[in-house]
């Protein structure tokens, strides 16, 4: 405990990175096992439904009021990050290895450099740019894996495809944090988000629901699905990953998505026996060659700085 009260904001933010990208790891075997037992929009709204009913005692009590521009950015959040985010991940989920997802999540870097230099004016090192170029080539490799290995293979590109679409709006949702969190709180913003997130998948869980007669039997599968959404991937990663991006800039916070590839393999190839083919390990080098290319991605390893 010395260790950690010795840290500073910044140092604390990394462990909080850490951890949030540690579980969003997990999240894409463990969905995607969780997803073979309940629907898809189903487990969307439930997840975001009862996250935003554990946060609601401590929004009453900080008053967190939706009103004015905060309606607009709080919109335009949940649209990026949890409904583009969610839909088109759950999607992939369902087509695609898991083991895929973090991996093409790893292309969210180059596009935050690209966003962070024309929203937010940051102004990246050259050699994080070229680093992030060559780690997008080992992405494009994991995308059309299917088709080099088994010739064409529709549903496989497809969820590779929704794995991008998601990781667009984890970028968007990235970006607009950064505008608003210097006037909202990281629990004023998960809140808000996860209600109207939760509004915007209520009509597709209704159809679902419609269409299963309303019978939901669950097994380990789905239980283990929406408790983990419910408790780690959405209230305590979303709100320690918000509280941490105010202390970082947007290009910064991008690095830690590649915890991500590491946790959903080793999850992945015992619980989904999913394969490690030579293209995913030739795709996965290049995408941390990509780390190695960019300066500080390695000499700036979370790690490294909290040593310092």
Not at 144 to 170: D, H, M, Q, W
């Amino acid at each position: 405990m010395k260790w950690f009260k010795s840290l500073n904001n910044k140092q604390i933010a990394i462990i909080a990175l850490i951890i949030a990208n540690t579980i969003w790891g997990a999240a894409s075997p463990i969905f995607k096992w969780s997803l073979q037992n309940i629907p898809l929009f189903t487990l969307a709204f439930f997840r975001f439904y009862f996250a935003t009913l554990l946060l609601l005692p401590f929004a009453i009590r900080q008053n967190l009021r939706l009103t004015g521009e905060g309606i607009i950015k709080i919109a335009s959040l949940t649209f990026f990050g949890i409904t583009v985010n969610i839909i088109f991940f759950f999607l992939g989920l369902k087509f695609a290895p898991s083991i895929n997802a973090p991996i093409i999540a790893s292309s969210g870097p180059i596009l935050l450099i690209i966003a962070s230099i024309l929203i937010l004016k940051e102004k990246p090192a050259k050699k994080t740019i070229i680093g992030t170029c060559v780690g997008l080539i080992g992405v494009f490799i994991i995308i059309l894996r299917p088709l080099l290995e088994n010739g064409f293979n529709f549903s496989a590109i497809l969820g590779n495809s929704f794995f991008v679409l998601a990781t667009i709006g984890a970028v968007g949702h990235t970006i607009v944090s950064k505008e608003i969190l210097g006037r909202y709180s990281a629990l004023y913003i998960t809140f808000w988000s996860f209600l109207l997130g939760s509004i915007s998948f209520f009509p597709f869980f209704l159809s679902e629901t419609f269409a299963n007669n309303g019978i939901l039997r669950l097994d380990i599968r789905g239980w283990t699905g929406l408790i983990f959404g419910i408790f780690l991937s959405s209230t305590l990663a979303y709100l320690i990953y918000e509280w941490a991006i105010e202390k970082m800039t947007a290009s910064e916070t991008g690095i830690f998505t590649y915890v991500d590839p590491v946790v959903a393999t080793i999850i992945a190839i015992p619980l989904l026996h999913e394969v490690i083919t030579p293209l995913f390990i030739l795709g996965s080098f290049f995408v941390f060659l990509g780390i190695f290319v960019a300066e500080g991605r390695f000499h700036w390893h979370p790690l490294h700085i909290l040593h310092n």
